[in-house]
């Protein structure tokens, strides 16, 4: 006991983000995202084995590529699609794990990711291009019961309380609001799935109603 007594003492807290570019360095690789990201979602697809994942917002294809090994393990492939290249150093890695990185404006690309989503089996769809709000409104009506939509940069912290500081959140940045999750659910029988979950990750989460 006085062992842990003096561990508890000096321990420093781990925080979940960093305020500098990339966020995190989940399993080595720069992203944009929390520390919690990666496993929460590699539990998604434990909870729920998806056919195939398809991104919308590469970034440097870091996250795609940390959640292809799971994807890999299972037979999904990745398509993440972005109006940049990634970053050359991770692609091949994330290409020998079966994502595809495609670089064009994605709602150019919108009639191909829609066939994607109807496509047998669950899909996860997850935005995380330049607007989120019209990402989930737009791809959301595409999905088949049973298939998850996600939107990242979703705070749920100041969802709560506007004035917690940045520092005692597991996400401060929000580029979309629960409001405008729910009334795409609403519109789209949408349901939240493992959101209490997800709030520490970042991402807000749903799931077309199974019949």
Not at 73 to 89: K, Q, S
Request: aromatic share 8%; charged share 20%; with cysteine.
């Amino acid at each position: 006991m006085e062992g842990r007594s003096r561990m508890k003492d000096h321990a420093v807290p781990f925080p979940l983000w960093s305020e500098t570019e990339p966020s995190a360095r989940p399993l080595g690789l720069p992203m944009c995202q929390n520390r919690i990201a990666v496993p929460m979602w590699s539990y998604a697809m434990e909870a729920l084995p998806p056919a195939r994942i398809l991104e919308i917002g590469s970034y440097n294809g870091a996250f795609a590529t940390a959640l292809g090994l799971h994807a890999f393990m299972i037979g999904a492939p990745i398509d993440t699609y972005d109006l940049n290249a990634p970053d050359e150093r991770i692609a091949p890695i994330g290409r020998a794990l079966g994502v595809t990185f495609h670089t064009g404006d994605v709602w150019g690309a919108l009639p191909l990711i829609e066939a994607k989503i109807a496509a047998a089996g669950v899909s996860f769809v997850l935005c995380d291009g330049g607007d989120k709000r019209r990402e989930l409104a737009t791809l959301a009506p595409a999905l088949k019961p049973g298939d998850v939509i996600a939107a990242h940069d979703y705070d749920a912290a100041h969802e709560l309380d506007p004035m917690i500081p940045a520092s005692d959140r597991a996400w401060p940045w929000s580029e979309i609001r629960k409001s405008d999750g729910d009334a795409v659910a609403r519109a789209h029988g949408l349901v939240p799935w493992l959101q209490d979950r997800f709030d520490t990750a970042g991402w807000l989460v749903y799931r077309k109603v199974v019949a």
